[in-house]
């Protein structure tokens, strides 16, 4: 079981929380990784950190983690949802067990 755990922490909270669940998760047979959205991911708006999108196809569990801003998420995460619309369109995630 692969698990990866990609989160936005200004503040470093958040941050605190992922290294939580990745503690709690860990086990001989279960790999996780933690990916921190960090500012230069994001160019023009956009989330452009392409080798982490396609690292995700990987996992058979994704956690996501971000700050509440104005009670949403924060733009930097928003921008990382929205670049993964390629991988939802493909069904490289949801509904897909075959891997
Ligand atoms: C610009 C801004 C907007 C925020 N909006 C909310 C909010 O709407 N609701 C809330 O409960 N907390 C809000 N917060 C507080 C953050 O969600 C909180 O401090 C969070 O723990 C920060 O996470 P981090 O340390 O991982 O960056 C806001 C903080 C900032 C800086």
Redesign the pocket.
Known sequence: MKIAIIFH???????QLAQAIAEGAAQPDIEVIQAEIVGADIEDGRFRNTELLQQLTRFDALVFGS?????SVTAQFKAFADATRELWEQQNWAFNTDR
């Open positions: 922490s200004p503040s470093g909270t958040t941050k700050p509440t801003y104005m009670g």
